[in-house]
């Protein structure tokens, strides 16, 4: 379509614009997505991109590009805020500011129907009947609750499968982590006693229960139980501890403490989570900015547009900047939650503190994050200059074999840009039709399917391909590369050093046959050996997982007529080929579909 007829196209579409609240997208004319945005009138905000002078350079770019325009009307503006960030996150427009980090946060779960509850790391969708806490910035942090929990209140954190076959204490219980009620070490009531305390604990009551333990301690001191009386001094003691580590000071409720700041056109957004008075930690992202003209608030708006689209709302959210729409965001926040959500932009004495400090580690995070990409700029540079490569390598990727005397043989593929792994694009590749422990063949297949389907456009080609393996591998990606007539792609074979030594590798290219030897301390050097262990690391879980499935799939195979939803039964239930081998006959026919006969040949 020609110029003027976009034009004349455009200006006939925005006479016919509804004056309605809804949700704009602009494309190119070849129908790349450029922009997302929301209106409370389409007509005026719409026509504003093609009536207006802006100054804004990334606004004139962008108009300059639009092709086409298409519309979504909707019930109220908070309605489209809500459906702009979703479009925002699921597209990933050209002009729109990015949440790059987009995972779901780890929460703890409790089993509250259970006879025994548990205790364990949830993620995902919160479907299951049962309490859950969070969320928390980090696996991690998840991780250490868990744990200080399993100090004071003895918990299981074991799966309904394990706990269900045990005949004798685990080795949590002997390290005092677990009461054992799983060979009845312990009363119910008295677990259920517990399991209460840790959800206070989590409700953010430890005081109440400091205070709680401390009468028990003294009653038993008096009883001349000075056992329990000791066990109660340690649980106070560790409570507190873990107590004065989470307190926030004049903190209540649930509370998000969000701050944006930018640095020569770098964002980064600090968040410190609250919940029931408790610091449960905090998390930095990075959005991604379409350009360096953009300003705290707008940065700010759309992290908080995106973030709270899927996740859990607190009641407050303290911000550093304020919003231009900010009664808006309240709107479609408390929409989101199903309950009043509200924004404070302007707060003093201890929450100042608090914004200050969120404040203070953005910057930090910033300045960390920078000081990083220098770092890997400097090691591409000096792996440029040892390869005496003329253009420098943006991208580069790594294959390694792993398998156990052949059996479930894996390739993986890692992918490094600027120095710094890719992890959305790392592939692995289950090799068939080859000869067991054949690296060779395994090599040239895995490197044969990815890079014909680079070369058909599904990926950009890499500056350089390491391979693992020397020589003899450097061999097979060369002859994949004069099959496929792939020229510009720099190959490098790694070879372990003697006794397979880390530190001690050679680099084989075609340049130096030989093979050349890099400086340990070099920095060159350094992103070589993290590439390499990088796809060891990633061919080698690949493979373990896979060989499990394997072990575990032909074993129950083998079994005339135990089908898959029994097979799958029986492992859920008894947790693996081990809890189903020790399982009595009887233990094995409570599962539904497993008659005698069957449980017999199992």
């Not at 329990?228 to 004065?244: F, G, N």
């Not at 350089?464 to 510009?488: S, T, Y």
Request: aromatic fraction near 8%; hydrophobic fraction near 35%; glycine fraction near 6%.
């Amino acid at each position: 379509m020609s110029e003027s007829s976009i034009i004349e196209k455009l200006e006939s579409f925005r006479k016919q614009l509804p004056e309605k609240p809804g949700v704009y997208q602009m494309f190119t004319g070849d129908n790349t997505l450029l922009y997302v945005g929301k209106a409370a009138n389409l007509k005026k905000r719409v026509n504003s991109y093609f009536t207006k002078q802006h100054k804004n350079t990334r606004i004139l770019k962008m108009v300059s590009q639009i092709g086409e325009v298409k519309t979504t009307i909707t019930a109220t503006e908070a309605e489209a805020l809500l459906l702009e960030s979703n479009l925002i996150k699921s597209l990933k427009p050209k002009y729109n500011i990015l949440l790059r980090d987009d995972k779901s946060y780890p929460y703890i779960y409790v089993t509250t129907k259970a006879t025994f509850p548990r205790l364990s790391f949830h993620r995902g969708s919160q479907q299951k009947t049962g309490r859950y806490f969070g969320p928390y910035p980090s696996a991690a942090a998840v991780r250490f609750t868990l744990n200080q929990l399993q100090k004071v209140f003895q918990i299981r954190l074991c799966e309904e499968s394990y706990f269900s076959n045990r005949s004798r204490p685990c080795l949590q219980h002997q390290i005092k982590r677990c009461s054992a009620p799983c060979v009845g070490l312990i009363e119910p009531e008295n677990y259920a006693a517990d399991v209460s305390d840790s959800i206070r604990f989590l409700e953010g009551k430890s005081q109440e229960i400091i205070g709680e333990r401390v009468q028990q301690m003294e009653r038993a001191s008096q009883a001349l139980e000075f056992e329990a009386a000791a066990t109660y001094r340690d649980q106070i003691e560790l409570l507190r501890k873990i107590s004065q580590q989470q307190d926030i000071s004049g903190a209540k409720g649930d509370v998000d403490i969000v701050a944006a700041k930018l640095v020569a056109g770098k964002a980064c957004i600090q968040v410190f989570f609250i919940r029931h008075g408790n610091s449960l930690g905090n998390r930095a992202f990075f959005p991604k900015l379409p350009d360096k003209e953009a300003e705290p608030a707008e940065v700010l708006a759309a992290f908080i547009a995106q973030y709270y689209s899927n996740r859990e709302v607190p009641a407050q959210i303290i911000i550093n900047e304020p919003l231009a729409e900010q009664s808006l965001f309240e709107e479609m926040l408390s929409l989101k939650a199903a309950s009043r959500v509200t924004l404070h932009d302007s707060v003093r004495g201890k929450r100042a503190r608090w914004l200050q400090m969120a404040e203070r580690n953005a910057l930090a995070a910033l300045q960390s994050r920078a000081a990083t990409q220098t770092n890997q700029k400097n090691r591409v540079d000096d792996l440029q200059k040892a390869l005496n490569l003329e253009a420098r390598p943006v991208r580069m990727e790594c294959f390694d074999i792993s398998h156990t005397s052949g059996e479930a043989t894996t390739a993986s593929c890692v992918v490094f840009e600027e120095g710094a792994p890719k992890t959305s694009e790392y592939r692995r590749f289950n090799i068939k039709g080859v000869t067991a422990g054949d690296d060779y063949a395994a090599m040239h297949q895995a490197l044969t399917r990815r890079y014909t389907r680079l070369a058909n456009g599904e990926a950009p080609m890499p500056d350089i391909l390491f391979v693992d393996g020397g020589k003899g591998q450097l061999r097979q990606a060369r002859e994949v590369f004069d099959e496929l007539a792939i020229q510009g792609v720099t190959l490098v074979g790694v070879a372990k050093g003697e006794g397979r030594k880390s530190g001690l590798e050679t680099l084989f290219t075609t340049s130096h046959p030989d093979g050349l030897t890099l400086a340990q301390n070099s920095t060159g050097f350094l992103l070589v050996q993290h590439i390499r262990d990088e796809s060891h690391r990633f061919a080698i879980t690949g493979h373990r997982t896979r060989r499990g499935k394997a072990r575990t799939k032909s074993t129950l195979e083998e079994i005339q007529g135990l089908g898959p939803k029994r097979r799958q039964s029986l492992l859920k239930e008894f947790g693996g080929i081990k809890g189903i081998a020790r399982a009595s006959v009887e233990e094995l026919q409570k599962i539904s579909g497993i008659s005698r006969k069957l449980a017999l040949k199992v």
